[in-house]
């Protein structure tokens, strides 16, 4: 998976000439006769121009060929399987102080920041469910595939959210044991991922659309949801349980179940807005493969003239030490990132990694 983009090249800056030999008849030290050179008045100092500073360290090297680099260790694959359903369109129950903001609000939110920080690190899919207004499964809006995150923002803004809209436009059950078959049919569908292969269930309520009940509701169907979840571990299929709010009251020993199965462990619970992000990011924690090392396309390359940065920000050092900053190994040509720098890697926050060479970087 490309996530870095390397520059290769330097050439003449602004205002370099080839300093050859001069016209015929002329001089080389000095002007031609008569001309004048256009020095200070006699006895005058003319000492340096004023505010005149060093060059820049990169004064006259000029990137110019971009080579492709990959992170060492491939993202896994992730199926956002997301609650759409009449009561996330209610706010927040405990919100305080109290607020109209819908619970589809907040998880669209949650779910831009988790696609666009943890574009690179992850292969995005999304699918919605209940896919229509009633019990119908789960479709998949987005197919999973890398750099997926502005296409996932694109359906998430599209979505109603607010209190009045949003009502009318999601009238529908919670039928998550069918949308969980269909998020196992999908993965049917597409290549095996050897990294990971995981579906985030996200749901405000507990699974119903079983027979239907005298008042006009459905009956739960959990012990459904359990068996489908368990179908898809048994696929190689990682389930990660999310239940958002508070309208989850009894549901806890229900979705330990489906965590369980799941093979999670326990449910991530959230009860606000930072609390879903937090889960989110803790979810997203777990799956991406722990690397620093970054695989550079081509030939290996003289360090001293690599320029390092994330995101397009500072220079990053490099450090031979290695507590910390990044050094290159001209044997396996990549380059391996250390301490913080390290850790921003591994967490998934980095989004693109940026090396020019052809200048020289700072060292530590």
């Known amino acids: 998976m490309a996530i870095a983009a390397v520059a290769v090249g330097c050439s003449a800056g602004p205002g370099r000439r080839d300093a050859g030999i001069g016209a015929p008849g002329m001089d080389a030290g000095g002007p031609p006769p008569g001309v004048d050179a256009g020095g200070p008045p006699p006895g005058t100092d003319a000492g340096p121009p004023p505010d005149a500073g060093p ?18 260790g491939d993202p896994p694959d992730m199926l956002l399987t997301v609650d759409i359903s009449g009561s996330m369109c209610s706010p927040l129950v405990d919100s305080f102080p109290p607020s109209m903001i819908t619970k589809l609000s907040i998880m669209k939110g949650a779910l831009d920041t988790l696609v666009t920080s943890k574009d690179a690190r992850i292969n995005f899919g999304l699918m919605l469910f209940p896919g229509d207004n009633a019990c119908g499964a789960g479709t998949v809006r987005n197919p999973i595939m890398a750099r997926n995150g502005a296409a996932i923002r694109g359906t998430l803004g599209g979505l109603r959210d607010d209190f009045f809209g949003c009502a009318l436009a999601n009238a529908g059950a919670t039928p998550t044991h069918l949308s969980l078959d269909a998020a196992r049919a999908y993965y049917g569908m597409i290549p095996v991922n050897p990294v990971g292969r995981y579906v985030l269930l996200a749901t405000d309520g507990l699974p119903n659309c079983g027979p239907e009940l005298p008042d006009g509701s459905t009956e739960e169907t959990v012990d459904e949801t359990v068996t489908a979840i368990e179908m898809l571990a048994a696929a190689g299929i990682q389930t990660y349980v999310l239940g958002f709010g508070a309208d989850l009251s009894g549901g806890g020993a229900a979705l330990d179940r489906m965590a369980t199965a799941g093979g999670t462990g326990s449910p991530y619970n959230a009860r606000s807005a930072a609390e879903l992000d937090r889960a989110l990011d803790m979810i997203a924690a777990e799956i991406i493969p722990p690397s620093c090392v970054v695989m550079l396309d081509g030939p290996s390359r003289d360090p001293g003239l690599f320029q390092v940065r994330f995101d397009g920000g500072a220079l990053i050092p490099r450090n031979t030490a290695h507590t910390s900053g990044w050094d290159y190994d001209t044997s396996t040509n990549t380059i391996t990132f250390y301490g913080a720098e390290c850790t921003q ?6 989004a693109s990694i940026d090396v020019d060479f052809g200048c020289p970087g700072p060292l530590i």
């Not at 060059?55 to 060492?72: L, N, Q, R, W, Y």
């Not at 890697?345 to 980095?350: D, I, N, P, R």
Request: proline share 17%; net charge negative; glycine share 12%.
């Open 55 to 72: 060059p820049p360290p990169d004064a006259g090297c000029e990137a110019t060929t971009p080579v492709g680099a990959t992170i060492v």
């Open 345 to 350: 890697v591994q967490a998934g926050s980095v």
